[in-house]
């Protein structure tokens, strides 16, 4: 009998796990206390390889068509621009593009594609209790249960008060900084916080500024940033003083961030004709205890939060949903242990830990609170940052296409600095040929399965069975590189990142597969 899956929160990451599961036929439902998808977002950006985990789902859409592609950023201290670079571009060797557009509509394109495969998202619903059982209610047994429990019994309410249980398998808190599912799952979230307050508002303007940039001021020790959006749309963030009142009204951070913008750009309000909405909120930086506690599990900022400095927020969420879903489908439907589970944390928490270091790193750098630290961003920080080679480098880091697995509890022999493809790295989005003979994608063919990728079309049909036959027909497919040199069969993760790779041995790949799904 395959498990159910109940998801707490209908943003990207909850999204991204409901379509996954739903590509493998796993029964989800997903909640969320709102009334209904929201119209504004803080986030504004798909990452190279936030944009992949859509692709790889079929959840992409015509996001691309109506993104703005790169962005040109200028970093100034009064009228004088300090620095200025371009970011999201595609290149050669790394051909996937950032996309600028607004996390609300992201949402949209991804609750269409739910739709297609039969879920959608149950609104007005708030879980309010979870307590993981020893049997389950209707005193159903499941084989091989461990000390995690058999199931998760969950309480919701609606709008008018009523209480619903509902009996799950699993259960995923998707539900943000604030998740009730964290807490219930009694796991701690410290940290600290980065920026006390930002204020936001977003207007429609006539304004002197790149329509495909950003510009932001790092003077007197507080930052204001203008990132422009479509149809004439900017956003504008501020940090105000500290002794500025709590609880402000929209008009009361409106008319602040306004004047504040107007005082440092030089720029007349009067080329402001709309105000779409304003908001303020605190930056932290906070990382889970455990990702998993039993039979419940948390992803994207359920589990960690940043500075949205380089917009690794969404992406990384994005990237803990792929993650988790793989494994999860194989679980669910008995095809492996649930200590494959325990590798979802193994993986994710220590890249989010450096996502963490790093984009607190950058504010701590470009926002600096002292005379010394500022000398020491404009005389040595800037002028490496100048540098090509560091601002790819930059680049890479924050397309989240350098991200690996080496020396994880999947790849524990890839070291580090060993050349060449090894398992744990993300495999590129090669051209191959399908046994038809026909032209896809790596990346396209993937949606939610594995591939066996082999030179030799008999070499990857050999091990495309053997992997068959321990993860299922429906989750292995057999392609051909179009173009190759290399004689090893590479077997690619539905998360993209190579999972098995060496010269043909079938016999070798079913016991890295009995090791990883049956450990001892």
């Not at 079913?510 to 990883?516: C, H, K, R, S």
Request: net charge positive.
């Amino acid at each position: 009998m395959t498990d159910t899956v109940l998801i707490a929160g209908a943003g990207p990451t909850g999204l991204a796990l409901a379509i996954h599961l739903a590509l493998h036929a796993i029964p989800v439902r997903v909640i969320d206390a709102a009334a209904g998808p929201a119209t504004t977002s803080r986030a504004l950006g798909l990452q190279p390889r936030g944009v992949e985990v859509l692709e790889r789902i079929g959840a992409l859409g015509t996001l691309p068509e109506r993104s703005q592609r790169s962005l040109n950023m200028s970093y100034n201290e009064g009228s004088r621009t300090v620095l200025r670079f371009h970011i999201g571009q595609a290149t050669a060797d790394q051909p996937k593009q950032a996309l600028l557009i607004s996390q609300a509509e992201v949402e949209k394109t991804m609750r269409q594609r739910l739709r297609e495969l039969g879920g959608d998202v149950e609104w007005r619903t708030r879980l309010v209790g979870a307590r993981q059982d020893g049997t389950r209610q209707d005193g159903a047994r499941q084989d091989g249960a461990r000390q995690d429990g058999r199931g998760v019994t969950v309480t919701v309410q609606t709008d008018d008060g009523t209480e619903q249980q509902i009996e799950t398998d699993w259960l995923v808190g998707c539900d943000g900084a604030h998740s009730t599912v964290r807490k219930l799952a009694g796991i701690a979230f410290p940290g600290r916080k980065l920026i006390e307050r930002l204020l936001m508002v977003d207007v429609r303007a006539q304004w002197p500024y790149d329509k495909n940039g950003s510009t932001t001021w790092m003077d007197a020790g507080h930052m204001l940033s203008v990132t422009a959006l479509p149809d004439d749309t900017w956003r504008v963030f501020s940090e105000p003083p500290a002794d500025l009142p709590n609880r402000l009204s929209e008009r009361e951070i409106t008319d602040r961030v306004l004047k504040e913008f107007s005082r440092r750009s030089g720029v007349s309000l009067d080329t402001v004709t709309e105000v779409h909405w304003a908001s303020e909120f605190r930056i932290h930086r906070r990382l889970a205890d455990a990702y998993r506690r039993g039979r419940i599990l948390l992803a994207g900022d359920a589990a960690h939060i940043q500075s949205p400095t380089g917009g690794q927020g969404q992406n990384t969420g994005l990237g803990d949903a792929e993650n988790l879903a793989w494994k999860l489908v194989l679980v669910a439907h008995g095809r492996a242990d649930r200590r494959l589970l325990d590798t979802y944390e193994g993986e994710r928490r220590p890249l989010a830990r450096n996502v963490l270091r790093a984009t607190s790193t950058a504010v701590d750098i470009m926002l600096p609170d002292t005379q010394w630290k500022r000398l020491v961003r404009d005389k040595v920080v800037l002028p490496v940052l100048r540098l090509p080679a560091v601002r790819r480098r930059l680049w890479l880091a924050a397309s989240q296409l350098g991200i690996g697995y080496r020396g994880g509890p999947l790849a524990p022999t890839s070291h580090r600095w060993t050349p060449g493809l090894r398992p744990g790295d993300r495999m590129p989005d090669i051209r191959c040929r399908r046994p038809d003979g026909g032209e896809i994608t790596l990346h396209a063919a993937i949606s939610g399965r594995w591939v066996v990728l082999a030179g030799d079309r008999r070499d990857a049909a050999r091990h495309a069975e053997v992997a068959a036959a321990r993860l299922g027909a429906d989750l292995v497919v057999a392609l051909t590189p179009v173009e190759t040199d290399s004689p090893d069969v590479t077997v690619i993760r539905p998360d993209g990142h190579i999972g098995w790779r060496g010269r043909p041995a079938p016999d070798k790949l079913a016991t890295w597969l009995n090791q990883v799904l049956w450990p001892a």
